[in-house]
């Protein structure tokens, strides 16, 4: 079986978590996570980096830190993961949808506007799978209406938006550094900004909020959300061979593109937009209306060749825990619909060999043939 998704751990890593062993720091105090901060949060032109135990957690303590409660609105696309949309909902916060493109799968910024009203606080835009939100447009509609922006870069280390790093947008950025992500601690996020105040009340919200002097009287709630300095350790060994990995993923993509290339009935990824080369954080395919099965059946029949696939998100407004909350009731978004029944992905990972991609492609191949 070729799974979907392995990580590459074949640089520094060993030695840096050795390192934790032999001196003992293997908590949230040890040295690798400032270090950590500090190297991630330079590399996408931030001043400020705060570690967390994933990339939902970020989410979470970015809404938090933005303040962001009962009677606000924030945008975001429907085509998203879920965590995406938990704590704008647990915070008595409205979460406000819109469609996607169909091109780039990114959320369709020409939908914005008409949703805001007095009520919206905040744009979250989420770069799906390798190419960023056209990002200019959705800044200049945050400033027109003096709204905060999260960008949600889980899937984007190591790209750019007209040359500036991901993760350099908007007041907030989050990232996420699971295994399937570009730059892996096993499990482990970052809250990035250049805002000294949000800065520091997300590095209070994931500490439980203790204050210093009267450690154990709170002023307000937070969580424990700490990245290990096990985990930190991994991550500065990966962050080191960001750009290589980069490339890799950039090389796999072309790969597939040159050897998927004239297979009938399926839409494949962007290679590149105006504002960006794609990195193909996944290789995502969409089976186009011509094509008899649907992407589940497409997964199985791939499985039985022995290739490992993930569907595409489910869209927000079709989530069954969110329908019986009541929200989004007889709201559509024909494209995310679309995706979300017609896309899937095969093995892109950084571990992923030549011999694999060919294999995979033979049993592409085939199931589209047949
Ligand atoms: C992976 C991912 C997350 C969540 O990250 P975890 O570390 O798995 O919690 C959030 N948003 C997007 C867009 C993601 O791809």
Known sequence: MIPVNEPLLDGNEKKYLQKCIDTGWISSEGPFVKQFEEQFSTRVERSYGIAVSNGTAAIDVAI???????GDEVILPTFTIISCIGQIIRSGAKPVLVDSDALTWNMDIAQIEDKINPRTKAIMVVHIYGLPVDLDPVLNIAQKYGLKVIEDAAEMHGQTYKGRPCGSFGDVST???????HITTGEGGMIVTNDKQVAEDGRSLRNLCFQPGKRFVHERLGWNLRLTNLQAALGLAQLERLDEFVQRKRRMGARYNAQLSGIPGIQFPQPHTDYAENIYWVYGLVLKDEVEFDAEEAMKRLGVKGIGCRPFFWPMHEQPVLQRMGLFQGERYPIAEHLARRGFYIPSGLGLTSDDQDRVCEA???????
């Open 64 to 70: 938090e830190a933005l303040d962001i409660g009962s």
């Open 364 to 370: 592409l191949w085939e199931i589209m043939r047949d």
């Open 175 to 181: 990232f996420s550094f699971y295994p399937n992500k």
